[in-house]
Structure formats: C-alpha cells, structure tokens
C-alpha cells in the first residue's frame, strides 16, 4: 500500500480542521493546518477555564467542609471526652463525607434525607453521633432557609446535652 499517506499526531500538536469531504464509499479526505499556537491556545483555554471555576457558587461549601469536620472532631471530643482514632477517621468521617457531597453540588434535600438515614444506622450512630447529625441537618436546613426545621433540629442537639457537655 505505497500509494496510502500517513498522518501522524503529535502530543502538544494542535490541528485546525479545514475542510472533510467524502471522494467514496471508503475515502474522506480531511484538510488540516498545523497551527505553531499551542501556548497561546492553552492560555486562553486556562482563562476559560479559571473563569468557570470562578463562577462556581458551590466552592465555598467545599471549603466550609474542612472547617465543618473540625468542629465535628471538636464536638465529638467535648461529648466523648475521646479524640477520634484513626479508625474513627477511616469510617465513620468517611461515611459522613460521603453524605455530605450532595451538599458540595448545592443539593441540602438530599444532603438531609442522606443524614436522616445515617440517623437511623443502628451501626453507626451513637449519642454524640446523633448530636452532630442533627447539628449538620439543622446546618442543611438553614441553607435552605428552612428555618424552622433547621431550629428544630439544633433544639433537639441542644437538648440532647447536660451541663458537662454544652458545645463550647
């Protein structure tokens, strides 16, 4: 097959489609110019993407996540009067993570109805536990501008405490 031509594509190569017609069944003849922009082209597609980063409205939740779960191992230490083991870590922070991404995408309804059932875990919860949830699900609410619903389950967190346990 000397009469076929070879077209190789390089890494970091950037082609511009001319033009694709159709010579036959079996034949399309593609014209390509190689464009010597690849700087330039990344940089605007790095603008454009920094742009849309930028616009995300749900990366401030991320970010409240981390200071989320410093006051779940606080919260967890004042009701326990235990530090959370690595153990602790590996399941039970990862469960909670887990329910806690709907909340990242700006979904509190799935977010609450994840914790509910995470309520109802029997191998999972415990009273501290239990206490945290329904900080986390009163949290969920307030976003919602749920107020109500969000003070209902901070009373009950609340109520759920003695006077050695008060969330300081």
């Known amino acids: 097959m000397s009469d076929e031509e070879e077209i190789l594509f390089f ?21 390509l110019t190689l464009c010597n922009e690849t700087v330039e082209q990344l940089e605007q597609f790095m603008d454009g993407v920094t742009e849309q980063l930028a616009s995300i409205t749900c990366w401030d939740h991320y970010f409240m996540k981390k200071g989320d779960w410093i006051l779940f191992k ?46 109802h875990n029997e191998e999972f919860i415990d009273d501290p536990k239990r206490i945290i949830l329904n900080i986390i699900i009163g949290y969920n609410y307030f976003h919602l501008f749920q107020y109500d619903n969000a003070l209902f389950h901070y009373d009950i967190a609340f109520s759920s405490l003695d ?3 008060l969330l300081k």
């Not at 890494?11 to 014209?31: C, M, Y």
């Open 74 to 119: 606080k919260y967890h230490k004042i009701l326990t009067g235990k530090k959370l083991s690595v153990m602790d870590i590996m399941t039970n922070l990862t469960i909670i993570n887990f329910y806690y991404l709907p909340v990242i995408f700006g979904d509190y309804e799935k977010a609450i109805e994840y914790y509910r059932e995470l309520l």
């Open 11 to 31: 890494a970091g190569a950037v082609f511009r489609i001319n033009s694709v017609q159709k010579e036959n069944d079996s034949t399309w003849i593609i014209k």
């Open 163 to 165: 006077d050695n346990n």
